[in-house]
């Protein structure tokens, strides 16, 4: 079993899979400032910067990990994808997508992705 940063990081690589997988060029991946993390930072085939917050969990028995994504860590995402287009001269259109990942012991991964999230 991995331990929780193990897990995180398999999520993390599962969920990359998939947005490669959908075409999107990754950019970036655990960018942080003193303000926070972004997960993942991608450009859509359509030009438009993805930035993608992953949550992965064991189970969903207490919900989906996409519900973990409340009205504070969007807000600080949103300030956070400003501070990172400021930080490496860019400029352009933005979407905010929330990939879940679940995979519970013995199951194949269920991955939810969603575009345009908030």
Request: glycine letters at 8%; aromatic letters at 8%; proline letters at 3%.
């Amino acid at each position: 079993m991995l331990d929780r940063v193990a897990f995180g990081r398999w999520g993390e690589d599962f969920a990359v899979a998939h947005l490669v997988a959908q075409g999107v060029q990754v950019l970036d991946r655990n960018w942080r400032c003193s303000h926070g993390e972004l997960d993942v930072v991608a450009l859509d085939r359509d030009g438009t910067f993805v930035f993608v917050e992953v949550k992965a969990r064991r189970t969903a028995a207490f919900g989906q990990p996409s519900e973990a994504v409340d009205a504070r860590k969007t807000r600080r995402i949103r300030r956070l994808a400003v501070l990172w287009l400021a930080d490496h001269g860019r400029h352009g259109e933005m979407r905010f997508d929330v990939v879940s990942v679940v995979r519970e012991p013995g199951c194949v991964p269920v991955l939810e992705h969603l575009r345009a999230a908030f």
